[in-house]
């Protein structure tokens, strides 16, 4: 799941990493209020999840509480078009106000889980403000590295050999590292995948805060979070999704016209793959999971024909636990109650697959019904054009 | 011979009075499995469908001669599971659960450092070694007693690979699902060191996804030290950026872990990488044509 900066910035706050004053408005008057407490100048950061804000304008420096009140419309209500976005954008309808720092320099910190490593990874360089991925291609040794003992903990030394490793001196080391074991202790606490700070900036005062801040979090701990599942914002995903999400459903809408129904993710993404190569393009990923009920099929079934995008639709299953023949009395119902106009494309195998096929013939409804995966595939990509 | 299970198996079940765990012990034991005991705290003392269910996994080991312990334990209670099975002197622990969180996981592999005992998964399909003994929930009757051996992260897509084998007449010696999250105790290289080891594996199907580089470090360990022919496909060639596909393990993060990326590596590492999950079964058909 992921967050907004500014809720990210509560939860940095609360561990103990020091953040820029700010307050988080949704219109003119209130970012005119916020600016004239916090004095000048003020930033005024546009809040989606994306990023890549400044280059789109998203983030504007203002002298003037009138100048913030001023700027706050041109935002708020409008698609702000970043790197990341894509092409239609993202509507604004937050934007964080944040008092304006003296920078002397900006630097990078992150915290990721290294997969091959099984440990938490802190990560630091020198350049600040500039995406990590990139720095990792054009300088990878440029990137500082400590793996954590997850039993044990970050311990302090290690947090001190970064800031010494960023080239930091005096009070500033101490500040640092402390900032860092503070960011690692929200990382652990809220079950974080992602946590950044892009970029920790060190002030001419002699501080060290998080300018931006970035947080994303394991979905399969969200429970033991009430806090966090609070903070997801639906306004920042797709409709469909959500629909299917109520439904237990694992859907990702993406641009094509096949729409596509696939009992497991490898299997899913396989059958998107081979969709892709006979020539089509897939309107979705969608996994109805490994026991799924003929009550689940007919969900995710509406879901589907409800992107309007699809033309038709192929439904790959292979049965284990899944029994086939409850699928196509699943998909025979769902056809039947959505009043499906488009071609339907039907591939089973495994248990009971021969029942499931016998569902399908004497439905009397117009099913394709294919043997194996390529021809699965051919046929859809053919009815899809 | 086959690798980790074999007719000396013998399962409890943890989990063994719920739903998942009650279904999939039936199944195993009519595979042929010796389903020997299930776990459930507290319902101790009690024969559940046939089996003794006993409250701890080491009351299991010692009244029954438990070995390997098949886990459906919803998601919170899923890495204590695991741990009490290692803690109960068990060999191999088959954690099914999916959703468990990443950092119990790794508090799990913390915990087994220096331990002999291994994890397949969690959120996995389990192990089987065709004609011998199924430790997890794929359907066991597409199976075929054979020479290859299959290691997947994938569940359906396992048996996809699977029944384009068996329709061709080509056996497996074991099936590997390791499993589709980021963090697992058994990866490619594991089951892939097993494989060479085993005289009865003659060649391998290796099915990845996008995520991690899981496949591109089994891709070097393939040509530094691997011997048998390897056929490999990778899921989520059309997988969009920074998107969970399904697996919490399946996500393409800050550009790395694409699936061209690791198609790529697998070529130049000697491994017959197909594009189209329909050629599975065909490319290994070629491997052993080849032979």
Known sequence: MKIHEYQAKQILKKFGVPVPEGTVVDNPAEAYEVAKRLGSPVVVKAQIHAGGRGKGGGIKVVKTPEEAESVAPRMLGNNLVTPQTGPEGRKVRRLLIEQGLNIEKEYYFGIVIDRSAEKPVLMASKEGGVEIEEVARRNPDAILKEYVDPAVGLLTFQARKLAFGLGLQGPLVGKAAKTFIALYEAFKATDASLAEINPLVVTKEGDVLALDAKMNFDDNALYRHPDLQDMRDFDEEEPLEIQASRFGLNYIKLDGTVGCMVNGAGLAMATMDIIKLSGGSPANFLDVGGGASAEQVRNAFKILVSDKNVKAVLINIFGGIMRCDIVASGVVEAVKEVGVKIPVVVRLEGTNVEQGKEILRTSGLNFQVAEGMADAATKVVAAAS | ?291
């Open chain 2, 1 to 291: 011979m086959a690798i980790w299970v074999d007719s000396s198996t013998r399962v409890v079940v943890q989990g063994i009075t719920g739903r998942e765990g009650t279904f999939h012990a039936i199944k195993c034991k009519e595979y042929g499995t010796s389903v020997v005991a299930g776990v459930t705290p507290g319902k101790g003392r009690i024969v559940h469908e046939g089996f003794p269910v006993f409250n701890t996994v080491l009351e299991s080991v010692r009244a029954e001669g438990a070995n390997t312990s098949l886990i459906f334990v919803p998601p919170a209670g899923a890495a204590d599971a695991v741990m009490e099975a290692v803690d109960a002197g068990i060999r191999l622990v088959v954690c099914i659960t999916e959703g468990v969180p990443v950092f119990d996981t790794l508090r799990v592999r913390t915990f087994m450092k220096g331990k002999s005992a291994r994890l397949i998964g969690p959120n996995c399909p389990g192990i089987i070694s065709p004609g011998k003994a199924k430790v997890g929930i794929m359907p066991g009757h597409i199976h075929k007693e054979g020479r290859v051996g299959v290691i997947s992260r994938s569940g359906t897509l396992t048996y996809e690979a699977v029944g384009q084998l068996t329709s061709r007449g080509i056996g497996q010696s074991t099936c590997i699902g390791i499993g589709g999250d980021p963090i697992i105790g058994t990866g490619f290289i594991d089951a892939l060191t097993a494989f060479k080891e085993d005289p009865d594996t003659e060649a391998v199907v290796m099915i990845g996804e996008i995520g991690g580089s899981a496949e591109e470090e089994a891709a070097d360990y393939v040509k530094r030290d691997f011997n048998k022919p390897v056929v490999g496909f990778i899921c989520g060639q059309t997988a969009p950026p920074g998107r969970r596909m399904g697996h919490a393990g399946a996500i393409i993060s800050q550009g790395r872990g694409t699936a061209a990326e690791k198609m790529q590596k697998m070529q130049e590492c000697g491994i017959r990488v197909i594009k189209s999950p329909a050629e599975i079964g065909a490319a290994i058909q070629e491997v052993y044509s080849k032979k």
